[in-house]
Structure formats: structure tokens, C-alpha cells
């Protein structure tokens, strides 16, 4: 399995932007297609978007997608999520996630390994 460790999360007013990061451990990473998830508190770890291993393949939620964008950095064992025209609802903790499969995925138990978070807070 791959460590995984997301940082850049914060506050930030509705409208402004915010990019969180996740380094990975280990010299595969580019083996391991990604994801990122949220959760706010009281409800359900949601999707929020999936990158394949080359980081051609990108899919997002239609909740962010046009607001959201997902990027690798495979020689820095890095994957990015840039948060653009943020909501309050936006506000959450997320996760990064690595997953072996070819193919990507929207479902949370398909992703072998999780970082610990890192909180986004949108305030109106």
C-alpha cells in the first residue's frame, strides 16, 4: 500500500479558491489511479473526483464539476485538487485516496489506501 498525506486545506470565503495537495509514499505512484472524497460532518463520505495513472482520465461529481480540477505530478508523488468558486456547502474534510485498479472509480471502497484529511472550511 501507498501512505498518503494531504495538506493545504484552511478557510476561505465563498467565491475564492483553494488548491489541497496529497504526496504519497513509496515509487509506484504512478501505478495507482487517485481520488479524492469528502466529508462533511453528519453525512456520508461523497465523491468528489478520480484521475487516472497517466492523468489523462479525469472524472468529478456534478456537484463541482467547472468549479474543481484534479492533476498528478507522477515524478513528485503528488496529486492536486484545485477548488475554484467556493460554496459554504463545499465545506468539509477531505481525503485522497490510491487505488490499484485500471480503471477509475467513484466508489470509496474500491480505494486501498487513505490520507487522514485535511479540512476546508467555506464561510458565506
Known amino acids: 500500500q501507498v501512505q498518503l498525506v494531504e495538506s493545504g486545506g484552511g478557510l476561505v470565503q465563498a467565491g475564492g479558491s483553494l488548491r489541497v495537495s496529497c504526496a504519497a509514499s513509496?515509487?509506484?505512484?504512478?501505478?495507482?489511479?487517485m481520488g479524492w472524497f469528502r466529508q462533511a460532518p453528519g453525512k456520508e463520505r461523497e465523491f468528489v473526483g478520480c484521475?487516472?495513472?497517466?492523468?489523462?482520465?479525469?472524472y468529478y461529481a456534478n456537484s463541482v464539476k467547472g468549479r474543481f480540477t484534479i492533476s498528478r505530478d507522477n515524478a513528485k508523488n503528488t496529486v492536486y485538487l484545485q477548488m475554484n468558486s467556493l460554496k459554504p456547502e463545499d465545506t468539509a474534510v477531505y481525503y485522497c485516496?490510491?487505488?490499484?485498479?485500471?480503471?477509475?472509480?467513484?466508489?470509496?471502497?474500491?480505494?486501498?489506501?487513505w490520507g487522514q484529511g485535511t479540512q476546508v472550511t467555506v464561510s458565506s
Open positions: 513509496g515509487r509506484t505512484f504512478s501505478s495507482y489511479a
Open positions: 484521475i487516472s495513472r497517466s492523468g489523462v482520465g479525469k
Open positions: 485516496a490510491a487505488t490499484n485498479r485500471v480503471a477509475v472509480t467513484n466508489i470509496p471502497g474500491n480505494y486501498e489506501s
